[in-house]
C-alpha cells in the first residue's frame, strides 16, 4: 500500500494542510462483513468519481488515510482530463476469502447508493467487473461494467495503459529530446493489468526493459516475450534506465530514491508515486522530469467516465485518452516558465480548473 509519513497522513477531517474533504463516510455491515471508507474529497466540477480499492491494510488508519489521499488524486486527476466530475475514492478493507464476495459487494452498492449519487464508483486494484457487476444490483452510480449491447465498457486497464504509454513517450520527448522510444531503456515496476499491457506496448515501440514484480512468474514471462532484463524488486528503483515506470502501488518515490536514482524520466501507472511534493522537487534539481501520476493514468477512469455517460464509440475514447501526451507537453511548458516542479504545477493546475467553476 502507499507507505504514509506524518506530513501526507491527516486528521479525521482531510489531509493536512489541505482543504477538508466534502465528505468521508466510514460504514461497516455486520452481514456481508463489509468494512469500508469513502471519501469525496470535491464535486465542484460534479459527481465524485473514482474506484474502489480492496485491500488487506495494515490498520484500518492506514485504509481510512489511503481513501483521503486517493480521492484527492482522482479530484485532481478528473480536473485534468477535462472531466465534468470531481474526486473520490472507496476502499473497503480486505475481509477473509471465507466470507460471500458477491454479498460484500452488494452490501458496498447499497453504501454507494445511500449517497444519492455524489459518489460513483468503479474497479481499481484488488476489485474486478465482476465485483461492479454485484454493485451493480443495487445502484446505478457505478462503472467498469462490459457491456451486452454495442455501448462502450468494460475493464479500463488497457486504456489507463495507454494514456500512460503517450504520456511516457512524451516525457521522453521533453527530457530526452528524443520522438520515438527506439533504444529507450525504461525500469517497469509491476507487472499486472497496467504494467503487463504497458510492456507490450513499449517493447513493440523497440524499448529495452527491466522488470521486477513479486510474481516471479510474470517476469519471467517478460524475459521471454519481451527480452526484458529481471531485477530485484528491492532494486529496481536503482538500476539505470532513462524511464523509470512505476507500475505498482503507490510511495515508490521515497526522498532517498529521488536523491540517488539514475533515471532521466518518471512516468508510470501508480497512483501516488511521490511519498511527498518534496520528492518531486528533488527529482526536479536533480534534472529528472517527473510525468505526475494523476496526469498521466488518467485513461481508466476517461472510460469509466465515458462509459458511464453512454459512449458507443471505441476510437473517440482512446482518441481522448491520447491527449494525455499534448498535457505532458503543455505542462512541461509551465514548469519551465514556473521553475516549479511538475508534480506542484500539476495540482496547481487543477486547482485552476477546480477554482474556475
Ligand atoms: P494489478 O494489481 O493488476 O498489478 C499490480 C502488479 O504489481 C502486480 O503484478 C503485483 O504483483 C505487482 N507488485 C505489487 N507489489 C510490488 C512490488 N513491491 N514490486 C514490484 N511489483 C509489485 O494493478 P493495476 O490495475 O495494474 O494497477 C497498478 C497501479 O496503477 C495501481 O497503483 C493502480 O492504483 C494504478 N492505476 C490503475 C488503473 C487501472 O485502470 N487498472 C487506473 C489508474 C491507476
Redesign the pocket.
Known sequence: MDRLTTHTAGTLFGLHGEPAHERIVVASDAASGLQAVIAVYSTALGPAFG?CRYWQYASDYEAYHDALRLSQGMAFKNALAGLPFGGGKAVILRCPESLDRTELFKAFGRLVHSLNGIYITA????TTSDDMRAVQSETSWVSGIPRADEAYGGN??P??AYGVFVGLKAAVQVALGRDTLDGVSVAV???????WDLCERLHQAGAQLIV????AG?TTRARELFGAQVAD?GR?AGVHADVFAP????GSITETVAAQCHFKVIAG???NQLLSLDNGDTLQRRGIFYAPDFLV?AG??ISCVREYLGATDAQAVLDEVALIGPRVLELADRVRVTGVAPGRAAVAWAQEKMAAV
Open positions: 474506484g474497479e481499481d486494484v484488488g479500463p486497464s486504456r489507463t515496476q509491476g507487472l499486472g493489468s497496467v504494467g521486477a514484480d513479486i510474481d510474470r524488486v529496481i507500475c505498482a502501488l503507490g501507472g501508480a497512483n493514468n481508466g477512469i
